[in-house]
């Protein structure tokens, strides 16, 4: 990765954290897309211990805020004259029923429509660099995304996990989407999605220690029985972000039973990530909310 620049969305912490710190490891400039500014900074100094030479930089990046993105996307483009890969990491997962700073449903506006939005403003950026990458990271919680764009989610007719699901299974739908696009327009570009399986990181420790409902307890303590090291389960992003046999519009999954862990490999997402009709119009409707076109 000597020579290569990858920015990393909410690369503070979980696997953002262990994406950078692989890549710095390998000779990669990072840029740290995070909200948390203080955080970023003392995740840096924490890498910079373990690799005195890494290139670090830190730019603020609040995905549930619009404006935040795109001031984000500007600096980027900016200070850098290209990003060999972009790994949209940053999100929420399961919290209660809430609204992002342009009204959306948290859920999507976090970990779908604000990475649509930041990938849309790096598209000057994305045709300037050979071979450049976009991968999403996506969860096993794809599968029970419904997305359905006709009916808005409301407090009254909310569920966090179909609401998480929905926006894992629209970053995911994303890369396909963009790798058409990349297609299409004879762009010398890659859209991957990838998934972790069951990784062992604080955003579903901290749901557990937060939760009061105790079906929901008990789920999440299932999980964390069942889920691998972070540093396992970061694999499938480290190859969708640098293996250069891999075909644009490939899904990076998990070799073991359920894709819970294992070794990474090429894998399959549910029916409706590959639904024309449906791409269509989760392209429109995100041109629409986020105020965004890709150009």
């Known amino acids: 990765m000597t020579g290569r620049t990858a920015l990393v969305t909410g690369a503070n912490d979980g696997l953002g954290l262990h994406v950078t710190a692989q890549l710095v490891a390998r000779g990669a400039r990072v840029v740290m897309a995070c909200r948390n500014l203080d955080k970023a900074e003392r995740a840096k100094r924490a890498l910079l211990e373990l690799h005195a030479d890494a290139r670090l930089d830190v730019v603020p990046l609040d995905l549930g805020n619009l404006a935040s993105v795109k001031a984000c996307a500007e600096q980027v483009g900016a200070q850098y004259p290209g990003l060999d890969a972009i790994v949209c990491n940053g999100g929420i997962m399961a919290v209660p029923f ?16 604000g990475h649509f939005a930041l990938v849309a403003r790096l598209m000057p950026v994305i045709r300037r660099t050979p071979g450049a990458r976009v ?31 929905d926006s894992k299974l629209a970053i995911l739908m994303l890369a396909f989407m963009l790798d058409e696009r990349f297609k299409r327009e004879h762009i010398d570009a890659k859209g991957v999605g990838a998934h972790p399986g069951f990784a062992r990181t604080h955003l579903r420790t901290t749901r557990l220690e937060t939760e009061r409902n105790w ?26 972000a640098t293996d250069p046999a891999l075909r644009g519009g490939e899904y990076i999954g998990l070799t073991g039973l359920g894709e819970i862990r294992g070794r990474p490999k090429i894998t399959k997402a549910q029916s409706r990530a590959y ?9 429109d409707k995100s041109e629409q909310l986020t105020g965004v076109r890709y150009t």
């Open 98 to 113: 809430g609204l992002t700073a342009d009204g959306l449903e948290q859920h999507m506006g976090v970990n779908y429509y």
């Open 135 to 165: 991968v999403t990271v996506t969860s096993l919680a794809e599968k029970l995304g419904r997305l359905d764009l006709t009916s808005p989610v409301t407090a009254d007719r909310y569920n966090r996990w179909r609401a998480y699901g």
């Open 215 to 240: 079906l929901q307890r008990l789920q999440l303590h299932m999980y964390e029985v069942l889920s691998a090291p972070a540093e396992q389960g970061v694999q499938p992003l480290l190859v969708a």
């Open 275 to 283: 639904d024309p009709a449906l791409r269509a119009a989760l392209w």
